[in-house]
């Protein structure tokens, strides 16, 4: 059951290209934020296909650590979404513009 | 047989990921998105990344998308009021092809790219034990300050999502 590098880093590279593709188009803050997930997600399927390739474990426990920030990442961010909301009343990336200067 | 599996399992992949950043209900995308961390922990299983595959379906799927419905259900998000203007049009054909592009240009660098091809997986590859063995020992100190790391972002969380107690600015 060997499946080619090249065609999992292919995967991987489609991946990322729709999670920047969906963090373009998307103005939903929650939905940018689950694209950014997204190309997370790519760069973790990068990281096991070489790892599978070297025959190491390194890059498997980098995908561990990627996990472990993306999930404080998410609640933080998540954190922040619900206080703008609170005061905005909106999600739209557009209208949150109160740093454009 | 496993590249076949690969291949169906890849397919499947990228049409959920399409459906993420397609759909215009946030509900209905993170659900696509639930159903891409499920599909991306397969392909990992294909890679031999056992314990990785578990983690994926735990904490991605389990806890991180749980987290997100969670906060899309308690806002109560409608869809997305699609923008109309000739000027959105052209941002967005704009940020789509970009898009395509960094995807070809990525495609051609990995066939580029000289990876080598995966030999058989020594014995135990990918499982719980060599994955802690080496966490517990040459990663040791990263997993300690992960710790760290998820302490802080346990309290900013609970400081930044409590109800404001002084007036604030905006």
Known sequence: MIVPTEWALMLSAVLFAIGVI????????IVIFMAIELMLNAVNLSFVALARARGAVDGQVVVFFVMTVAAAEAAVGLAIIIASFRNRTTVNADELALLRG | MGAALFLLVAALTVVAALGVILHPNPVKSALFLVVTLFLLAAVFVLLEAHMIAALQIIVYAGAIMVLFLFVIMLLNLRNDDPERGRRRYVLRGLAWIGGVALAIELALLVRGASVGSAGSAPAGYGGAAAVARSL??????????????????????VVLAQKQRRPTLS
């Open chain 1, 22 to 29: 969906g963090v373009l188009v998307r103005r939903n803050v």
């Open chain 2, 136 to 157: 517990y020992t040459d990663f040791l100190l990263p997993f300690e300050l992960t710790s760290i790391l998820l302490l802080a972002a346990v309290v900013g969380a």
